[in-house]
Structure formats: C-alpha cells, structure tokens
C-alpha cells in the first residue's frame, strides 16, 4: 500500500540541440506513462500553471526515495527535468477530510 503523499514541481528543459522528433516521441510516452502511474496509484492529481512549461501535481509513493527512483524516474521526460518535492499530509481544517 502506498502510504506517504508529496507535492512535486516539475520543469522539463529540453536539451539544446534534441531533435524535435525525439521530443515528440517523448512526450507521447510521456503521456502514456503518466496514465499508467495514476492508474496505479502513483499519481494523483497534476495541474500546470497557466502560461508555463512546468507541472505541479500530488503523488504518491512509499517514501521520497521510491518516489524519485522508481517512480518519477521511470518518466521518459525524467532526464531532462529537475523536481522539487514536498512530503505533505493531511492538514485539520482541510475540507476534503470532512
């Protein structure tokens, strides 16, 4: 059972240089992989802020370790992005824990 909850940003740079159809192959499997992830309970809930290449989302995971190695870093973007991560928990006055 997966028991800690983090809230990671993401920034995805892209090499200068990278062929763009490396890019875009990439960001396809991207996309399939995040699927995958939710579908197992990994990945929770993803945002981006408007107007920005970056992501901020609340995932799931064992501990931050697993949360970097065997989870985001089986993202295809993962080479390329840096992430900062916060463990959260639950806070008293969240509505959602009524």
Do not use: C, Y
């Amino acid at each position: 059972m997966i028991t800690k909850e983090f809230l990671v940003e993401l920034t995805t740079t892209v090499p200068e240089g990278t062929d763009p159809a490396e890019v875009s192959r990439r960001r396809a499997d991207e996309s399939v992989r995040a699927k995958e992830l939710a579908a197992a309970g990994h990945l929770v809930r993803l945002w981006r802020p408007v107007g920005e290449l970056r992501s901020i989302g609340v995932w799931r995971a064992d501990s931050e370790a697993d949360l970097r190695a065997k989870v985001l870093g089986t993202l295809p973007l993962w080479p390329w992005m840096t992430a900062v991560v916060t463990a959260v928990q639950p806070h008293p006055n969240d509505p959602g824990q009524r």
